[in-house]
């Protein structure tokens, strides 16, 4: 399994900024999405997975405070936030902290301090991560222990291989919105083409071991887009 690439949100509209930002990152092996304004950036941050969003303060349509603070309320995991603005003082910070941003740093700045505290997020937001994800109920209640690899489907044991398993985790952290297949692969196999059949193999393994044993299936082949959980 190799190492997927860095997936991260910029959201600036300073077109300048954002060129050099690409630039910068692009050599770290960082895929980027782009987004000039607050609503856009929510739109895409709530229908793609990105590992963390830089986001600027003053924008168009809906400023980024206003953006962060809908992404908590909307969004059904966290993604980790830096706040990128030119205002600079303590309250402006407070009132960043205030909406979830989880770092905030100053224009102009460095793109070697950007790369390592986006890298820092994630890594943080990884090892928070370490829990239980418990979703449903009923036939339908599942499940996942992060930490001990351990799955439970109404309250049995289901073993996994490491690859459904990661598929599932994606899945629960999602939930309820649909991941592609795209994202899929580019989380799990660093979006190699030539894996398109092995995931295929793997869903197979995954709905054998969680949907099988049971009259419900919890998961669900949105045709032409991807997968998702039906809890």
């Known amino acids: 399994?190799?190492?997927?690439?860095?997936?991260?949100?910029?959201?600036?509209?300073?077109?300048?900024?954002?060129?050099?930002?690409?630039?910068?990152?692009?050599?770290?092996?960082?895929?980027?999405?782009?987004?000039?304004?607050?609503?856009?950036?929510?739109?895409?941050?709530l229908s793609e997975y990105y590992d963390c969003i830089v986001l600027d303060i003053a924008m168009p349509k809906m400023d980024g405070l206003q953006?962060?603070?809908?992404?908590?309320e909307k969004?059904?995991?966290?993604?980790?936030?830096?706040?990128?603005?030119?205002?600079?003082?303590?309250?402006?910070?407070?009132?960043?902290?205030?909406?979830?941003?989880?770092?905030?740093?100053?224009?102009?700045?460095?793109?070697?301090?950007?790369?390592?505290r986006c890298q820092?997020?994630?890594m943080r937001q990884s090892a928070a991560s370490s829990k239980v994800i418990a979703l449903g109920s009923g036939n339908k209640a599942v499940s996942l222990d992060i930490t001990s690899k351990k799955v439970q489907r109404a309250g049995k044991d289901i073993h996994l291989q490491p690859i459904?398993?990661?598929i599932l985790k994606m899945l629960m952290e999602a939930h309820p919105r649909v991941v592609t297949r795209s994202e899929l692969l580019e989380k799990i196999w660093g979006g190699e083409s030539t894996q398109s059949d092995a995931l295929r193999s793997h869903l197979f393994q995954l709905r054998k071991a969680l949907d099988k044993p049971f009259e419900e299936q919890v998961i669900k082949t949105i045709h032409g887009v991807g997968f998702s959980l039906d809890l």
């Not at 930002?21 to 000039?36: G, R, S, T």
């Not at 009132?95 to 700045?109: E, I, M, S, V, W």
């Open 75 to 116: 969004s059904a995991r966290h993604i980790p936030i830096i706040m990128l603005t030119a205002r600079d003082t303590l309250d402006d910070k407070l009132a960043g902290f205030a909406q979830g941003a989880d770092d905030y740093l100053t224009k102009p700045f460095a793109l070697e301090e950007l790369y390592a």
């Open 164 to 166: 459904p398993f990661a």
């Open 67 to 72: 953006a962060c603070k809908l992404l908590r």
């Open 120 to 122: 820092a997020l994630v």
């Open 1 to 45: 399994m190799s190492k997927a690439k860095l997936k991260i949100l910029v959201v600036e509209d300073n077109i300048a900024i954002s060129k050099n930002i690409a630039a910068f990152m692009e050599k770290h092996n960082v895929e980027l999405d782009f987004a000039y304004d607050g609503q856009l950036a929510c739109e895409l941050a």
